[in-house]
């Protein structure tokens, strides 16, 4: 049985950091894209960062590059959503995501509806 629960969620002040995690099980997270995700109420879900199963590039939306950074962690089975220099705009539930096709593209690793499999979500809020 797939499972992904997510981990690391919180309150911090503006310019602090998080690092999310997202713990596998009943699969092996090197064979399948991943994606983390997040969503406010009363907005549309947004691709945060992924990494692509075709060639494991990672890709990043424009409002979170240069200040987070995706990983993995093969042997621990587990990804990671390192975040720096959190912002209030940053505030939202946070989810991990992982789907066994290739997610070639940018628009295609970053796209919700791309993925199978979803964790419960982590808060993170970031305080001005």
């Known amino acids: 049985q797939v499972q992904l629960v997510e981990s690391g969620g919180g309150l911090v002040q503006a310019g602090g950091s998080l690092r999310l995690s997202c713990a596998a099980s009943g699969f092996t997270l090197d064979n399948y894209a991943i994606g983390w995700f997040r969503h406010v109420s009363g907005k549309e879900r947004e691709g945060v960062s992924c990494i692509s199963r075709s060639d494991g590039r990672k890709y990043y939306a424009d409002s979170v590059k240069g200040r987070f950074t995706i990983s993995r962690d093969n042997a621990k089975n587990t990804a990671y959503l390192q975040m720096n220099r959190l912002q209030p705009e940053d505030t939202a539930v946070y989810y991990c995501?992982?789907?066994?096709?290739?997610?070639?593209?940018?628009?295609?690793?970053?796209?919700?509806?791309?993925?199978?499999?979803w964790g419960q979500g982590t808060q993170v809020t970031v305080s001005s």
């Open positions: 995501a992982t789907d066994p096709f290739g997610k070639e593209n940018i628009a295609t690793c970053l796209a919700g509806r791309e993925y199978a499999y």
